[in-house]
């Protein structure tokens, strides 16, 4: 990312998704239970390789705006 605005966004998201992955695992953990995939997580997965092709193949505004396009999709979905 090249704006500022934009990093901080990515950071955000870095620690708040970490947060809630560890919440969760604590969480199982105490329930004893393990986390298991479904459609949706599936889905999302089978989508990420491509996206992230799409995005290593822009530089500049066009990576931050691509960037930001696709969390608000994928927060979305």
């Not at 969480?27 to 479904?38: E, F, I, V």
């Not at 997580?41 to 530089?59: A, D, F, I, V, Y």
């Not at 066009?62 to 696709?70: K, L, P, Q």
């Amino acid at each position: 990312a090249t704006d500022p605005r934009v990093k901080a966004f990515a950071q955000r998201m870095i620690d708040a998704h970490a947060q809630v992955e560890q919440q969760m695992a604590t969480l199982l953990q105490r329930k004893g239970m393990a986390p298991m995939d479904n459609a949706l997580s599936l889905q999302k997965k089978r989508n990420l390789p491509p996206m992230l092709e799409l995005l290593r193949g822009m530089s500049g505004r066009e990576f931050d705006m691509g960037y930001m396009m696709r969390q608000v999709q994928a927060h979305e979905m």
